[in-house]
């Protein structure tokens, strides 16, 4: 990505949904991590960098169409963190899927590239497939080797507390990393006219991921994770890449959950206190 000086182009949705796009560039300069590159198109931008935490990492909030998600939307997401930066990108809250009323699905794609030397933190706040949302998501890590990375995905399939389950539409969400140009993981979960295959009756799904990590990580966050009492979990590593699942009735615990592995996992990995983005306090 080059680092150009920030620009923009408003886009209105044409019959088909909105098509926006939003790439940026974090790079380390002068002993501070910076948001060096930004380019947006249509209704996905962020607000200004936060530096909360001092100069070392840059927090951003990635601000997806205020209305909602809708049938026919076409979104991209793309981040490159380069070498020894450090971004923490969030959402201000969650990100809304509706009913696409049997016209075309709404596609998502998320894609980071992360240097070595450098550290993304990826925690959203949770994705909500309204009843009849037909959609596309991916998300992709590609890592150099000596990236480090805590990532998670948290996704709310209808209103359980509205009593308006997710019965009618179809998803296909994907989860990939690879570091080093190896595949590391790839996770794919599909629903379509209400079934909804090895959920177990849950409404909520999260995953987790940390690189690197050791065992007394893993056995740490096993051992928070037995606080949480309303979502079922499962926590591995696959060499040193740790990885949390989680189903749940509702998203809260799930995201109650993450936020405190989050914690545990930051100063393990990443050799920083947590330090939560001020939005999730909102």
């Known amino acids: 990505m080059p680092g150009t000086p920030h620009r923009h182009r408003a886009l209105a949705p044409d019959q088909g949904g909105w098509q926006a796009t939003l790439r940026l560039g974090f790079a380390r300069r002068r002993g501070r991590s910076l948001v060096v590159a930004r380019q947006h198109e249509g209704p996905l931008r962020i607000q200004r960098a936060f530096h909360p935490e001092g100069d070392d990492v840059c927090h951003v909030y990635l601000l997806h169409p205020p209305a909602g998600i809708v049938a026919g939307d076409r979104l991209s997401v793309d981040l490159e963190v380069g070498a020894d930066s450090h971004a923490l990108v969030t959402t201000p809250g969650a990100t809304r899927w509706y009913d696409a ?3 075309a699905e709404a596609r998502l794609e998320q894609r980071s590239s992360v240097a070595a030397g450098a550290c993304l933190e990826w925690l959203p706040q949770e994705s909500i497939f309204f009843d009849g ?3 596309r998501q991916s998300t992709r890590f590609a890592l150099d080797e000596g990236a480090r990375l805590i990532a998670w995905e948290i996704t709310g399939l209808g209103r359980p507390a509205a009593a308006e389950p997710y019965a009618r539409g179809r998803l296909d969400l994907r989860l990939e990393l ?3 140009g190896r595949p590391r993981l790839l996770e794919r979960q599909r629903t ?3 079934r909804l295959p090895g959920l177990r009756g ?3 799904i999260g995953q987790l991921v940390c690189t690197p990590s050791d065992d007394a990580m893993l056995e740490s966050i096993r051992r928070r994770l037995e606080g949480f009492a309303h979502a079922r979990f499962g926590v591995t590593r ?4 740790l990885v949390a699942r ?3 009735h509702h998203c809260e615990p799930i995201a109650l959950a993450w936020r405190a592995v989050w914690e545990t996992l930051r100063p393990a990995a990443l050799g920083r206190p947590a330090s939560a983005p001020r939005i999730w306090r909102t």
């Open 101 to 103: 009323r049997g016209r």
């Open 133 to 135: 949302a037909a959609a």
């Open 178 to 180: 690879e570091q080093g």
């Open 192 to 194: 379509w006219a209400g």
């Open 202 to 204: 849950a409404a909520a």
């Open 238 to 241: 696959i060499d040193d890449l």
């Open 246 to 248: 989680a189903l749940a």
